[in-house]
């Protein structure tokens, strides 16, 4: 009776198991968007999401406006004099907030204390635990960035090699005509405008990228024929 009852019960158990939260339509992320994740990974990087998708108007425009003026401030500057003016302006918000607190406390006679106490108890110091986590999950980027660099610079596949050669020599022309501030600056502005437009011409773009891809491809496939020695092994 035991095993009857148990077989009863197993298909509205795989049933809710295999219904899961679907995502949001329209590119939304469900409750469920990072089961495979820690819950802080899940929540940065779901944070970084919202961020570039422009969920919240005020948060991602401050996050662009901020970050884009510090650029363009690296632009015309030094970093020693940006990083310097930051600063100076943080400590003048910081200091004047103070005397400012401490001229109204003197006047009312209260005693509210300091008025960065909330945040001066926050703690901050990093785990041994936390520490070795992030070592851990760098390293694990930092194999696979040189597996793939050993790989392509001693041509364990021509093509991929060549196609690393062929992206270097258009970089020559593209650092001729911008620096580093002026690309960062570029990629700033992709950053926080193509996911947005991707977001709503998803179809359009699809059907166009899957063209050239498939134009490359073939392209790849005529190389790899007629060259000889550079087909990729196929999978066994």
């Not at 779901?46 to 961020?51: E, F, I, K, M, W």
């Not at 960035?145 to 596949?157: G, P, S, Y």
Request: proline share 3%; aromatic share 10%.
């Amino acid at each position: 009776m035991a095993e009857l009852s148990a077989a009863t019960q197993s298909p509205s158990i795989s049933s809710s198991s295999f219904g899961a939260e679907p995502s949001a339509p329209g590119g939304g992320r469900s409750s469920g968007a990072c089961p495979t994740l820690g819950a802080k990974s899940c929540s940065s990087s779901c944070a970084v999401h919202d961020l570039i998708f422009w969920r919240d108007v005020k948060k991602t425009g401050f996050v662009f406006g901020t970050t884009l003026i510090v650029l363009l401030s690296l632009a015309a500057f030094s970093v020693i004099s940006v990083v310097s003016y930051l600063i100076l302006a943080l400590l003048s918000v910081t200091i004047s907030f103070r005397v400012y607190k401490s001229v109204i406390q003197a006047v009312q006679k209260s005693e509210e204390g300091h008025p960065f106490k909330a945040y001066l108890d926050v703690d901050i110091t990093l785990s041994s635990e936390a520490f070795h986590n992030y070592v851990n999950a760098a390293m694990v980027h930092i194999n696979r960035a040189l597996k793939l660099i050993i790989r392509l610079f001693l041509v364990e596949d021509l093509v991929d090699s060549l196609k690393l050669a062929v992206f270097m020599w258009l970089m020559t022309y593209v650092g001729a005509v911008f620096n580093g501030i002026t690309l960062l600056i570029l990629a700033e502005l992709l950053v926080f405008s193509v996911p947005i437009v991707y977001e709503k011409y998803k179809t359009q773009i699809d059907h166009y990228v899957g063209m050239a891809r498939d134009q490359t491809k073939s392209i790849v496939e005529k190389i790899q024929a007629k060259v000889p020695g550079i087909a990729k092994k196929k999978a066994e």
